[in-house]
């Protein structure tokens, strides 16, 4: 018999959105980020609009392949009308955001409250 995959996100879902954070607090292993991406993957696929918001709270290192797997999740988010916040990212990570110029692209929120009060503002 198949072993369960090991989930590396915990996943809260109401009707207002689906609330994801992660299991790990370095989110740098090629194995661990495609499937992230995976799973993050089949929540929007599994939605017919999604509103996703992703907590980073907790995650102390993050790799590029990291940032590109989010960029691709915002990506398929938008291509349904859905919404996809970050929040709770720790100074070193949103250094991250910053320096490649993603805050730009993707909507960062200072905590779980505010990216709520985001996605009902559209």
Do not use: W
Request: proline share 4%; charged share 25%; net charge positive.
């Amino acid at each position: 018999m198949a072993q369960p995959q090991q989930s590396y996100l915990r996943v809260h879902s109401d009707p207002e959105c689906t609330r994801i954070e992660f299991t790990e607090k370095h989110v740098i292993d090629e194995v661990v980020i495609r499937m992230i991406g995976n799973e993050l993957t089949k929540l929007v696929d599994d939605s017919p609009r999604p509103r996703l918001i992703v907590s980073f709270k907790g995650v102390e290192h993050l790799s590029s392949a990291a940032l590109g797997t989010m960029l691709t999740v915002m990506n398929r988010v938008k291509a349904k009308d859905g919404q996809l916040r970050l929040c709770d990212i720790a100074p070193q990570i949103l250094q991250i955001f910053e320096i490649t110029k993603l805050n730009r692209v993707l909507r960062l929120e200072k905590d779980m409250a505010s990216a709520k009060a985001s996605l009902a503002k559209g």
